[in-house]
Structures are given as structure tokens and as C-alpha cells.
């Protein structure tokens, strides 16, 4: 059974750090991953992804320059690491596989990501 767990996140003020961790599955570290989070009532929209080996990476505009995802497939395990927190970075973060075979292409939409992590509250105070 495809899992993956995840770790980390918590409450910090503005400017602060706050590190996430996913791990999973030695079948689930062959594929493409990648980081989403949801706020209350919106979307859950993408953050940050990665081709299987860690040497394509993608972000969203909206953190580009604060955070950073990386893979350690030895650890099966999936980082993001989140520096410069801001308020709008509040809300549930998940990390996901990618549905296909792993590509150069890194998707971004939540519809084409499966096995879901539970989530992780990240809350950004002012």
C-alpha cells in the first residue's frame, strides 16, 4: 500500500523558518513529487515539484526564492524547506506522487497527483 507520511510544519512569525518532511515507500521514490498546500475555503494549489531524481526542479511564483524542495531517494524522503514565512504561506501543506511515469515535465495541478500525505498545518503570524 502506497503511503506517504509526513512531518514538520507548526506556527512561526513573519520572516521565520519552518522545515517538511515526507516519507514513503522505495516504489513511491521513483516518480516525479511534488509539494501543494491549502488555505481555508480556496483551492489546494501548487507549491514546489521535482522529477524523480531531484535535478528538475519547479516552483510557484509565490515562493520562488523562499523555499526549497529536495529528495533524498536513499531516505525516501521529501523536503521542503521554508525560509522568509509569510502570513499568505498559512495553510495545510501536502506532498503527493505524480500519477504518471516519471518525465521531465513537472505537472502542477492536484488532479494530476495521487497518494496524498495527511497534511500539515503551517500557520504564519504577523
Known amino acids: 500500500q502506497v503511503q506517504l507520511v509526513q512531518s514538520g510544519g507548526g506556527q512561526v512569525q513573519t520572516g521565520g523558518s519552518l522545515s517538511l518532511s515526507c516519507t514513503g515507500s522505495?516504489?513511491?521514490?521513483?516518480?516525479?513529487l511534488g509539494w501543494f498546500r491549502q488555505a481555508p475555503g480556496k483551492p489546494r494549489d501548487f507549491v514546489a515539484a521535482l522529477n524523480w531524481d531531484g535535478s528538475i526542479i519547479r516552483y510557484d511564483s509565490s515562493v520562488k526564492g523562499r523555499f526549497t524542495v529536495l529528495r533524498e531517494n536513499a531516505k525516501t524522503t521529501l523536503y521542503l524547506l521554508m525560509n522568509n514565512l509569510k502570513p499568505e504561506d498559512t495553510a495545510v501543506y501536502y506532498c503527493?506522487?505524480?500519477?504518471?511515469?516519471?518525465?521531465?515535465?513537472?505537472?502542477?495541478?492536484?488532479?494530476?497527483?495521487?497518494?496524498w500525505g495527511q497534511g500539515t498545518q503551517v500557520t504564519v503570524s504577523s
Open positions: 522505495l516504489p513511491t521514490f521513483t516518480y516525479n
Open positions: 503527493a506522487k505524480d500519477k504518471f511515469d516519471p518525465t521531465s515535465h513537472l505537472r502542477i495541478t492536484a488532479e494530476e497527483y495521487e497518494y
